[in-house]
């Protein structure tokens, strides 16, 4: 799960639907990589910096749980 991505959008005020709206995508889309199953294209990630005003490599990062711990990856 990209929780920093997640955090980013609602704190933009948008719903997943909105996010993939302004990113030209479709929601089914947009959950998988809000989800951290799909990566999307350096384009799309240029967008959403510009849209949650926050660095792509901190939104891209993957929170994994292992053992009872969450880390970032």
Excluded: F, P
């Amino acid at each position: 799960m990209r929780e920093n991505l997640k955090s980013a959008r609602k704190a933009a005020g948008l719903t997943q639907q909105q996010m993939a709206d302004k990113l030209w995508i479709t929601l089914t889309y947009y959950q998988k990589i809000e989800a951290g199953d799909r990566m999307g294209d350096v384009s799309l990630w240029d967008a959403l910096e510009d849209i949650t005003g926050i660095h792509q490599r901190k939104l891209r990062e993957i929170l994994e749980t292992h053992h009872g711990k969450v880390k970032s990856q």
